[in-house]
């Protein structure tokens, strides 16, 4: 199987990349926009870096890295953080979060889409931040946002890629111990990455569109 992951170069990218290549017959092409040293330590992967979700020259960087109609499963992971509350309010972070996290996935869908074989399996990262229904304690105004603006986009995108077989899964990690958390969390990025290949593994055109904890649950809108 042919697998593409973007944002592959640290935390639960780097870890998905990981996880896939422990399947002897996996082909793994890892996108980034610069590789780490531990990514580039790793045997058998296939590293594409210039690749940033929020450039308008996103398919120029992919061309003659990938070949058409060929990757068997993609997953989005790119996104940033920025912690606020009303009081450090800034609609500046607002716009950044939400051209990573809302914007940067859809533009990295449309420039990956030709690479895709028929009935890939297509992942992308949000989180339970961006669920309405969860949200208990307020704050987190631009991540929150974007991640609810991520999640309403890709049900969306599931159900216009049903028609091409594209089954489509909304993710969230869980609380992971990476950079973007500074370190905080109560899961490892492998643990992490071990549940979400889980949910890509049984995902289909039956369940597309939902909105998945790595633990295998459903989440809330």
């Given at each position: 199987?042919?697998?593409?992951?973007?944002?592959?170069?640290?935390?639960?990218?780097?870890?998905?990349?990981?996880?896939?290549?422990?399947?002897?017959?996996?082909?793994?092409?890892?996108?980034?926009?610069?590789?780490?040293?531990?990514?580039?330590?790793?045997?058998?992967?296939?590293?594409?870096?210039?690749v940033?979700v929020?450039?308008?020259?996103?398919?120029?960087?992919?061309?003659?890295?990938?070949?058409?109609?060929?990757?068997?499963?993609?997953?989005?992971?790119?996104?940033?953080?920025?912690?606020?509350?009303?009081?450090?309010?800034?609609l500046?972070?607002?716009?950044?979060?939400?051209?990573?996290?809302?914007?940067?996935?859809?533009?990295?869908?449309?420039?990956?889409?030709?690479?895709?074989?028929?009935?890939?399996?297509?992942?992308?990262?949000?989180?339970?931040?961006?669920?309405?229904?969860?949200?208990?304690?307020?704050?987190?105004?631009?991540?929150?946002?974007?991640?609810?603006?991520?999640?309403a986009?890709?049900?969306?995108?599931?159900?216009?890629?049903?028609?091409?077989?594209?089954?489509?899964?909304?993710?969230?990690?869980?609380?992971?111990?990476?950079?973007?958390?500074?370190?905080?969390?109560?899961?490892?990025?492998?643990?992490?990455?071990?549940?979400?290949?889980?949910?890509?593994?049984?995902?289909?055109?039956?369940?597309?569109?939902?909105?998945?904890?790595s633990?295998?649950?459903?989440?809330?809108?």
């Amino acid at each position: 199987m042919k697998i593409a992951i973007n944002g592959a170069n640290r935390g639960i990218g780097l870890a998905l990349v990981k996880a896939y290549l422990e399947d002897q017959n996996n082909r793994v092409y890892a996108l980034c926009r610069e590789p780490s040293k531990e990514l580039e330590k790793l045997d058998n992967v296939s590293i594409v870096e210039g690749v940033d979700v929020k450039s308008d020259q996103l398919s120029k960087a992919l061309e003659g890295k990938l070949e058409k109609n060929s990757i068997d499963l993609f997953i989005n992971n790119a996104g940033i953080l920025r912690s606020d509350d009303w009081k450090s309010l800034n609609l500046k972070e607002v716009q950044e979060q939400f051209l990573v996290n809302t914007l940067g996935p859809l533009n990295m869908l449309k420039a990956m889409e030709p690479y895709l074989n028929q009935g890939a399996k297509i992942g992308v990262l949000t989180s339970r931040m961006g669920s309405i229904e969860d949200n208990t304690s307020g704050g987190m105004y631009g991540y929150r946002i974007s991640k609810a603006a991520a999640n309403a986009a890709f049900k969306s995108v599931a159900i216009d890629f049903n028609s091409k077989s594209h089954p489509v899964a909304i993710l969230h990690p869980g609380y992971v111990k990476t950079d973007m958390t500074s370190g905080n969390g109560n899961i490892e990025p492998k643990e992490a990455a071990a549940g979400l290949k889980k949910v890509m593994a049984q995902l289909s055109l039956e369940n597309t569109g939902q909105f998945w904890h790595s633990d295998g649950n459903r989440l809330p809108w």
